[in-house]
Structure formats: structure tokens, C-alpha cells
């Protein structure tokens, strides 16, 4: 069977004459016996374009590593939009399982505890009918907002659907939990929430439980939100 030339040529033979093409545009630089020897050539074939073509190769590859960095910036600004709830901007709910599977490993791993607190914005309803939904938008906003300024940077704030949040608490046991959930329930709802010429007031209630590293995360959650339910049941029996 007949071999094309251009399958017969030598791969060295092909590198040699495209580098050199490259250097008679470029026309420019030079290259060491270094870059000679990583190529497989000889210091004789280190022609003044075959020099000016492997500094060209060079500038195009730190092009390439501008635009990979470019990539892995993009990658990431995406991947942070990715966990976020797209109104609050606090993570959204596949993001926080994700973060309690870890705290969860990690308290295993470590005997460290850590806990879980469900918040509900109570009378979500009323606030919309009453003020309108930007209102109501609003005040989820604020809610999300006002949770995260009074947690730590290692905890974790979650806008889990509708007018439900949770924060993850590093380091917690079930009292600490408890009293930090009674403090942030205080802080969130310390001011009411403008809607036009209106004031809109906030209440929520809360239930907190301990994470069992035993436990799927939607176990967990699914515990803190009885507590939370529980909470709203002696409300509506007190009243």
C-alpha cells in the first residue's frame, strides 16, 4: 500500500519544519540549548527561526495559562452561583445538604458537635396579602440577611424553600443551639421590615437538634423541623 508523504515524514521532521514557520512569522527572541534539548534537537538546529518559532510557542503558552485561569475564575464565580438561593443570595438547599453531610463527617471524624436550627417566617401569607409580595420578598431578604450577620463565618445560612431557613452551627452541642437560635430569633425580628409607607413586623419560629453523624441530613432536617413545629404549636395553643 502506498504511504502519503505526509504520513511518512518524521514527527521530529514535522515539528522541526512547523517550528520553523512559526519562527519566520514571528521573527523575534531567541531560545537556549536548553529549549534545543527538551525538543530533541541539536544546537545546529537551533536555527535563529526555530528560535523566534519556541518563543512564540512560549508567549501563545502563557496565552493558554491566562485563559485556563480565566476558565477556573469563571468555574467558580458559576459554582458559587450554583448554591445560591437566587433571592436571598443565602445557599440554597442542595448546598446546605451538602455542607451538613460534611459538618456531619467531620463530627464523626472528630467528636466535634455541631447543630442544626430550622427557622419558619411565621405569617408569610399575611405579609404578602397585606403589603403586596415585594413585601413579602422583603422580608425573606431580611431574614436571610439579618441570620447571617449574627452567625460565624464557619456557620452555615440556608434559605431551605418558601419561608424556611436553617443555619448549621459549628461546634455546637444542643443548648448552645438552642440559646443561639433564641438570640437570632430576637436579632431577626428586633425591627420590622419597610414595605412602601408601611412597616411589616417579623416573627419566627425555630427548632434546633443536635446532627447525629448516624443520621442522612434529611433525617436531620426533618428532626429540627418537628422542633420547629412544635414551637408553632404551643404558640397556637398559648393564644
Known amino acids: 500500500m502506498k504511504t502519503s508523504a505526509a504520513r511518512s515524514e518524521s514527527f521530529a521532521a514535522i515539528r522541526r ?28 538546529e537551533l536555527t535563529p527561526a526555530v528560535q523566534a518559532a519556541l518563543v512564540a510557542l512560549t508567549i501563545e503558552l502563557e496565552d493558554l495559562r491566562g485563559e485556563a485561569r480565566q476558565l477556573k475564575t469563571r468555574l467558580a464565580e458559576a459554582e458559587a452561583a450554583a448554591d445560591q438561593d437566587p433571592l436571598t443570595s443565602a445557599r440554597n438547599r442542595r448546598a446546605f445538604v451538602r455542607e ?10 472528630y467528636g466535634q458537635p455541631a447543630s442544626l436550627v430550622y427557622f ?8 404578602n396579602d397585606r403589603f403586596g409580595h415585594a413585601a413579602g420578598d422583603a422580608a425573606l431578604k431580611a431574614v436571610a440577611d439579618r441570620l447571617s450577620t449574627h452567625v460565624r463565618q464557619s456557620d452555615v445560612v440556608g434559605r431551605m424553600g418558601g419561608d424556611e431557613f436553617a443555619v448549621l452551627l459549628e461546634q455546637a452541642d444542643l443548648a448552645v443551639a438552642e440559646a443561639k437560635a433564641e438570640t437570632l430569633a430576637r436579632l431577626v425580628c428586633a425591627e420590622p421590615v419597610r414595605a412602601g409607607e408601611w412597616l411589616a413586623p417579623l416573627r419566627l ?34 393564644a
Open 100 to 109: 451538613l453531610r460534611r459538618a456531619a463527617a467531620f463530627a464523626q471524624r
Open 17 to 44: 519544519r512547523n517550528l520553523a514557520q512559526a519562527g519566520a512569522r514571528t521573527g523575534r527572541a531567541t531560545a537556549s540549548p536548553d529549549h534545543a534539548e527538551l525538543l530533541g534537537l541539536s544546537e545546529a
Open 120 to 127: 419558619d417566617l411565621d405569617d408569610l401569607k399575611a405579609i
Open 205 to 238: 419560629s425555630w427548632g434546633a437538634c443536635q446532627i447525629d453523624p448516624a443520621k442522612d441530613p434529611e433525617s436531620v432536617i426533618a428532626a429540627a423541623d418537628a422542633a420547629m413545629f412544635a414551637m408553632k404549636r404551643v404558640r397556637a395553643t398559648a
